[in-house]
């Protein structure tokens, strides 16, 4: 990956509804160049996929929770249904398989204390865990999607 890649992935990582002509202008390519390393970039799997960031509160998300969990098993089996119910709950946003005192670490989205209580309950209820500690974000003071990306070349 070059000096002009990572270009186009800081400026694609602050908007990505910016046009080809803007994106080109602004790495300095003519438009086909630019568009085919798009490409190629989205081929690698370096570029993944491109979203609209929502805000949580405007859609009635406000409270976010991260979730401490400690396995009470470390088998393959227990691994792969962890994830699964995890990746079946919705109100999950990042999961999280960590090193030290925590075995895995998730970021969940839900409406309010209630909303919450109803995951724990089926996130408790789905597999045998040994611990759940839950930690309750009171205010979201810095949020990005977007990597530190190096656009000079050294």
Not at 11 to 35: F, H, K, N, Y
Not at 59 to 76: Q, R, Y
Request: proline fraction near 5%; hydrophobic fraction near 45%; glycine fraction near 4%.
């Amino acid at each position: 990956m070059d000096r002009i890649d990572r270009k186009i992935i800081f400026e694609l990582q602050r908007d990505a509804t910016v046009s080809i002509a803007q994106l080109a202008d602004r790495v300095g390519l003519s438009q086909t160049p630019c568009w085919k390393r798009i490409q190629k970039l989205e081929q690698a799997g370096v570029i993944r996929g491109r979203v609209a960031l929502v805000d949580p509160d405007r859609i009635g998300l406000g409270l976010t929770v991260f979730v401490e969990v400690e396995a009470s098993d470390h088998s393959p089996s227990w691994r792969e249904a962890f994830t699964k119910a995890v990746a079946a709950m919705p109100e999950v946003m990042e999961v999280y398989r960590m090193a030290g005192d925590v075995d895995y670490l998730l970021k969940v989205a839900a409406a309010d204390m209630p909303a919450f209580d109803t995951f724990y309950k089926r996130l408790t209820e789905a597999l045998e865990l040994k611990n759940v500690t839950s930690q309750f974000a009171m205010e979201r003071i810095k949020f990005s999607t977007a990597y530190p990306v190096n656009t000079v070349d050294p």
